[in-house]
């Protein structure tokens, strides 16, 4: 298009032609964008209880910062409401039509409000009033729109019915549901690192450590000491008896949860992903190199992952405990897992250290992370450990 008809256009159209009117549009279209991710993010957070989510605070950063631009650049129609009517020359009084007459349109004559603008305004009105009354309707009736019980809306409840105990779940156990697996897992790495020699400095009470125990996700700026990290291993994993009984119960004394270690500033452990070898209280190697990131990505965006010296994560391998328990497994399992994380936060608390356990994360992402397949080893749970702030 040439300089004439940019000039033609610009008069028809009644804004400016140029760099200014495609930034303008991209600002807006960028602070569309960035309210839409706040507000989705923020419903995630409060939906899982999120916290640090870095999405949702990157895109509050952004969306302020966008909105100071906007204001900026439409300083003048915030400051000065447009008036209504065609503009005029200072000191020019516009002449009336005459009879039949029509009045000239071209430069200097306002453009006046055609009926494609018209429907537009009422369509962007009536779509943000139909977001607006959708997000309420979806906030407010969350409750009654709820899945039913033992429809397959909800898991949970209908796992823990089809798992109840009763005459013919009792009649049911004499099935085959295969055979105990080696009871300790084996991870070939490239290399191993032993953890030192159990140190045991700490002498706050369990009444006390009880008291103060409390989820910390602020963590000081140093690093864990690897006899810090080989106390919390022990209260993880710890064996305490001759017949290699642990420092945390078990149905059967099966001992189903593994625990592996993302180290990422541990004093003499590199950075690595790492799977606690119980009975030789070693650290196998299952990655090289810090693994901080994909733990805040498979973990929703939760920043204190990545902070964390170090973050445990505990798999279920679930044929250990399936062999004998059957249907209630599952129940099992759990439960031996939450039993470890008390242990870990109880540990933490006595040597001053703080830890924070995480149950949303992207299971897929976790799973792939760790190589298990999700099915016959699955990852629990997260636990953040580091020296309190």
């Known amino acids: 298009m040439d300089p004439m008809e940019r000039s033609r256009f610009g008069q028809r159209s009644g804004r400016p032609w140029g760099g200014g ?26 939906r899982l209880d999120l916290n640090q989510v870095a999405l949702h605070s990157q895109a509050g950063y952004l969306m302020a910062v966008l909105v100071v631009v906007h204001v900026v650049r439409h300083r003048r129609a915030l400051l000065r409401p447009r008036q209504a009517g065609p503009r005029s020359s200072p000191g020019v009084v516009p002449a009336s039509p005459g009879p039949g007459e029509r009045t000239p349109t071209g430069v200097g004559s306002a453009p006046s409000p055609t009926a494609g603008s018209r429907f537009s305004r009422r369509v962007a009105l009536a779509a943000t009033a139909a977001g607006v009354a959708g997000a309420g309707v979806g906030w407010f009736g969350r409750a009654a729109a709820g899945p039913g019980v033992y ?15 009763g005459l013919i779940g009792l009649l049911s156990t004499v099935t085959d549901w295969g055979r105990a697996p080696d009871r300790y897992k084996r991870v070939d790495g490239p290399a191993e690192l032993a953890l030192p020699l159990l140190e045991v400095p700490y002498d706050m009470s369990v009444v006390d450590a009880l008291a103060r125990r409390r989820s910390r996700r602020a963590y000081a700026d140093r690093a864990l000491s690897a006899s810090e990290l080989a106390w919390i291993v022990h209260a993880a994993t710890g064996i305490t ?32 992903l790492y799977h606690v070898g119980v009975q030789d209280r070693v650290l196998d190697t299952v990655r090289s ?30 044929q250990r405990t399936r062999w004998k328990y059957r249907a209630r497994y599952y129940r099992y399992v759990c439960w031996e897992a939450g039993h470890i994380a008390q242990n870990v936060y109880l540990a933490a608390e006595a040597a001053g250290l703080g830890a924070c356990v995480v149950g949303a994360f992207v299971d897929s992402r976790l799973n792939g992370l760790l190589d298990i397949d999700g099915r016959a080893e699955a990852a629990l749970g997260l636990i953040a450990v580091g020296p309190r702030r």
Do not use: C, K, M
Not at 289 to 303: E, K, M, T, Y
């Open 21 to 46: 009117r495609y930034l303008s549009w991209l600002a807006n279209l960028a602070l569309l964008v960035a309210t839409v991710v706040v507000v989705a993010s923020g419903l995630v957070a409060d």
């Open 151 to 165: 429809e397959g809306g909800d898991p949970g409840l209908f796992y823990h019915r089809e798992s109840s105990l």
């Open 241 to 272: 008896s001759a017949d290699e009984r642990r420092v945390a119960p078990s149905a059967g004394a099966l001992f189903p949860i593994e625990v592996y270690v993302a180290a990422a500033r541990v004093d003499g452990v590199p950075a690595g």
């Open 289 to 318: 190199g810090s693994v901080s990131g994909d733990l805040v990505l498979a973990g929703l965006g939760q920043g204190f992952l990545g902070d964390a010296p170090a973050v445990l994560v505990l798999t279920g391998l679930f």
